[in-house]
């Protein structure tokens, strides 16, 4: 079973209802973000080849053959996601972000780097990272916590898989800095604003407009009632 979770916006709440939910059952979470920092590890815009492990990397992630083209399309984007971070934060040292300021630091920086690179990715090949991560989930129980684009939610649903839908009132987002107005542009957190997600039975908007152990408790009762309208039961994990 797959269920992917969206919402409106950077801090409304998916990461958290997306882990209270894999706590609390056999789901797995999956997101994207993590598979494009372990991407970005391998790409440097300075290699004039790419080894063995990153060729394998990048054919299964465009669904092609590897080949001399690709491989310039690839560090185009790169450079190019570089250039575009550099000047928007204002730094003069042409570099790609490292392991510390990715997966422990998480500076802007390299949140930004992340989000120009994958919209890059996505013009060459809009379902590339939502193709790439069902790939990795296999036939498993998964929890998508990053869904942000309409085509996302329909290769989910493609898929047999469902989608929630987070809501925090944009006077909350705001009042914590957390606007979706955010300077960098990025699409991602904008494309599903106008989605009719009410329109779906077997789907829900889930409300975050108050507190955490709220959000969590409505969470699991969500999840729960959708799977068992769909002849699924909430699982709980394995004791090990």
Not at 38 to 51: G, K, Q, V
Not at 68 to 86: G, N, Y
Not at 114 to 134: G, H, K, V, Y
Request: glycine share 4%.
């Amino acid at each position: 079973m797959l269920i992917g979770v969206a919402g409106n916006g950077i801090g409304c709440g998916k990461t958290t209802v997306a882990r209270t939910i894999t706590k609390l059952s056999n789901f797995i979470e999956v997101n994207s973000a993590d598979e494009l920092k372990r991407i970005l590890l391998w790409l440097n815009p300075f290699n004039t080849y790419f080894d063995d492990q990153v060729r394998l990397i990048i054919n299964n992630l465009f669904r092609t053959p590897w080949s001399s083209e690709l491989h310039a399309v690839v560090q185009d984007a790169v450079v190019d996601a570089i250039k575009e971070t550099m000047k928007y934060s204002n730094v003069s040292l042409f570099r790609c972000p490292e392991y510390e300021e990715l997966f422990i630091e998480k500076t802007e920086y390299s949140r930004v780097y992340m989000q120009s690179l994958a919209e890059r990715f996505r013009d060459i090949q809009p379902n590339i990272w939502i193709d790439f991560t069902i790939d990795i989930v296999a036939e498993r129980n998964a929890i998508i916590g990053d869904v942000r684009y309409k085509n996302e939610v329909h290769r989910i649903r493609e898929k047999g898989g469902i989608v929630l839908y987070v809501n925090r009132p944009q006077q909350d987002q705001q009042s914590q800095g957390l606007a979706k107005n955010d300077s960098t542009g990025y699409k991602g957190e904008k494309d599903l604003d106008d989605y009719p997600f009410a329109d779906f039975p077997h789907e829900a908007i889930i409300l975050n407009d108050s507190d955490l152990s709220r959000l969590q408790s409505t969470s699991i009762t969500t999840v729960t009632c959708m799977l068992e309208t769909l002849g699924v039961h909430f699982i709980e994990p394995e004791v090990k």
